[in-house]
């Protein structure tokens, strides 16, 4: 109803007009009711809606309008995102929202919808992927449906990535459900285990268990895996072809939401490499890696719980302290390699001789004791340790070469002779020396009254004196080399004993018995007389450049004789004493310096060339060393031996050198066994090198064969010839 006033002469008139508007409310109640549905509707859809109106001949759109399912997607809220350029919205990378503005302005100009997908990246991480649908109204206004599917890429990505993991890791990968059968395994799993998937498939993982692991390791797994969802652990199994092997396994259990459990997933890796690893290294802390017997640590450990079991059953126990006699004369004559074999078939033979209640042990170096836990008497005591004295001198093969070595042998008993363990080992040592210096190779008991003594010796020394009235001994020559010019320049004269029935005999073996039994003088003239005949053949050949190397002992260097026996030699052979050198140990030099001074000093006014042989193994003085009239150093085998590992063997060589040089004195380096040794010295300005490397100990005709190979020895006989 609408009311009108109008004004007259007669006064105001009013007027009423009727108009039925009840179709017009209810057209404008229904289109309430759409737009609340589409409110509705447009608040509550899951994928993100953006009304969009053009700006600028459509260069440029905004936001009329977002769904809070946008806010989501752009991590903003829908008031903030009302009028924003779409430009803003998407600051990714102009080119992608190019290629997005492409398409909104041909749906507004072609009316017509359009899809697009927008992905956006931070290195190789997916960042926003947005599948987009572009729609324009009637009303001229476009709207953009967005679906948001980075967490489902994300998720495909990741499951992917899984997967690969799974199929391509290098631990074995075992998956089982609810029941624990299994329902699936890696390629791992096949190479480690032998069996494939379809062979394993619905069946219990015990199917792999080997036997070996207790049942209660079992258990405990179980109850970890239900209490804690996880357990790791050692266990044992086998493959399909038998063969059973450690392993390390990561075993967890996989829940559902509900909270029970949907799955168990096991990783593990075969362990076998690692526990042999361990193996050695628990083995090398206790034994001695070249023999494998206890090593000293271990060996006192044990001791002292047998000498705890002795105390509580009141019994004696026995310690052997066993020592080789000259062994290092075999590792400086014939090499450490050739030490090494020999160490290790002593300690067989020990092994061989020895209950499995005994104890063994390499102490070190040459050094082995034994503890014998069961014994009848002193009497059957003496027995054992004179049976294994026996054994131990009988010859090694060593590398086709014979080789004899004798043991000194020193006895301490339980309680008699100590209750503690450094107390047994301190007087079986000391017996060990007493039976030394009573000849070597006998025993002796810390108890003088039941020591006995071996004839051995004095027998060898019989043999020796028949040797040398019946010419046993013959003289080897090693070879010393020029590092200048790589020739042969001198030989060192080696003696050997072929033995009529024993074939040779060790240099170890019968030279401390040569020098203790008196035989060494006659033997030593021998030596000499030989060597410079021998060295005067050479020179008639041609080899008139060669100078020969002859040891002297202790006796001779103390012999009034000396001169004497040197001159003869040299008239008889029509040498020149330049020809000749004379080697001393330095531990000889230093037992009485000015005598050494003396004798030494008339062979050097003779001509003759004086070289200190074993030079930084003694304890010399240089205060006396420097007096000596020596014209050479022999570097000792110990430094060179090790100068490729040893910085400090290296070290002291290149100084022995350097000092030598600085006191005008030539250095013969010995032992010289490899390619590396020799470059070595040859760089430190070392002038004569001698070792294996250049050649062993060799008989005359060999080392004239030698020589005749030599180029510069074949231009000396030329010239003599012509």
Aim: net charge negative.
């Amino acid at each position: 109803m609408t009311l009108s006033a109008m004004h007259s002469s007669s006064g105001p008139i009013i007027y009423v007009a009727w108009q039925d508007i009840s179709e017009t409310k209810a057209l404008h109640q229904s289109l309430q009711r759409s737009e609340a549905r589409f409110q509705e509707l447009f608040q509550s859809m899951p994928n993100g809606v953006l009304v969009l109106l053009p700006r600028e001949s459509a260069a440029e759109f905004e936001v009329q309008s977002a769904n809070p399912a946008c806010e989501q997607i752009f991590q903003r809220s829908s008031y903030s995102l009302k009028g924003i350029s779409l430009r803003d919205l998407l600051p990714y990378s102009r080119k992608k929202v190019d290629d997005l503005y492409d398409l909104i302005k041909k749906t507004w100009q072609e009316n017509t919808p359009h899809a697009h997908t927008f992905t956006v990246y931070k290195g190789h991480r997916l960042r926003l992927w947005l599948d987009i649908q572009i729609y324009k109204l009637s009303s001229g206004e476009l709207v953009a449906i967005l679906d948001d599917r980075t967490e489902k890429e994300q998720n495909r990505v990741r499951l992917e990535l899984y997967t690969n993991v799974y199929r391509q890791s290098r631990q074995a990968v075992l998956i089982s459900d609810q029941n624990n059968q299994i329902i699936s395994v890696n390629e791992a799993f096949t190479e480690l285990t032998g069996y494939k998937e379809d062979e394993v498939r619905g069946h219990n993982p015990r199917i792999l268990a080997s036997g070996k692991v207790p049942t209660a390791t079992y258990q405990r797994m179980w109850h970890a895996l239900q209490d804690n969802g996880c357990w790791q652990g050692e266990l044992w199994d086998r493959t399909k072809d038998g063969r059973v092997y450690p392993k390390w396994i990561n075993i967890n259990t996989v829940r559902d939401t509900a909270g029970k459990i949907s799955n168990y997933i096991a990783s593990f890796s075969d362990i076998t490499e690692q526990k042999n690893a361990e193996e050695q290294i628990q083995h090398l802390s206790y034994h001695d890696p070249l023999t494998h017997l206890l090593n000293r640590f271990s060996f006192e450990e044990r001791l002292s719980q047998a000498i705890s079991v002795s105390q509580h059953e009141q019994r004696e126990l026995a310690i052997l302290f066993i020592d080789l006699d000259r062994f290092k004369d075999i590792n400086d004559t014939l090499g450490h390699r050739v030490g090494d074999e020999l160490l290790k078939a002593v300690a067989k033979r020990l092994k061989g001789k020895i209950k499995e209640s005994d104890l063994l042990a390499r102490l070190g170096g040459d050094e082995f004791t034994i503890a014998f836990t069961h014994f009848s008497n002193h009497n059957h005591l003496a027995l054992k340790t004179s049976t294994l004295l026996e054994s131990l001198s009988e010859p090694y093969e060593i590398n086709d070469q014979p080789i004899y070595i004798t043991p000194s042998i020193g006895v301490s008993v339980y309680p008699n002779d100590g209750e503690t363990v450094p107390e047994l080992m301190k007087h079986a040592d000391a017996a060990m020396y007493h039976a030394k210096s009573l000849g070597r190779k006998n025993f002796q008991f810390h108890c003088s009254t039941i020591s006995e003594q071996t004839q051995q010796r004095l027998n060898l020394g019989q043999q020796l004196n028949q040797a040398l009235q019946d010419a046993q001994f013959e003289l080897y020559y090693q070879p010393q080399i020029d590092t200048v010019c790589g020739n042969i320049c001198a030989l060192e004269a080696l003696i050997r004993w072929h033995h009529p029935e024993r074939g040779m005999v060790s240099p170890a073996e019968f030279i401390p018995v040569l020098e203790d039994s008196g035989l060494i003088e006659p033997v030593g003239e021998w030596v000499l007389r030989t060597a410079c005949q021998q060295l005067a053949d050479w020179h008639q050949q041609g080899f008139k450049h060669l100078r020969m190397s002859v040891n002297l002992s202790a006796r001779q260097l103390r012999s009034t004789g000396l001169i004497s026996q040197v001159t003869a030699a040299l008239d008889h052979c029509g040498l020149s004493a330049r020809a000749l050198e004379l080697e001393i140990t330095e531990s000889l030099a230093m037992e009485n310096p000015e005598q050494a001074i003396a004798i030494l000093g008339q062979l050097s006014d003779m001509g003759i060339s004086i070289a200190i042989d074993d030079f930084g193994t003694g304890y010399s003085s240089l205060a006396y060393l420097k007096k000596l009239p020596i014209q050479i150093l022999k570097l000792d085998r110990e430094f060179v031996s090790h100068i490729e590992t040893d910085s400090n063997d290296a070290a002291i060589s290149a100084a022995t050198i350097s000092l030598a040089h600085s006191l005008g004195l030539k250095v013969v380096a010995e032992g010289v066994e490899t390619q590396q040794q020799h470059d070595f010295l040859q760089q430190q300005g070392c002038d004569y090198l001698q070792g294996y490397f250049h050649g062993r100990p060799m008989p005359p005709t060999e080392i004239t064969a030698a020589l005749l190979d030599s180029t510069e020895s074949k231009k000396v006989i030329e010239e003599v010839t012509t």
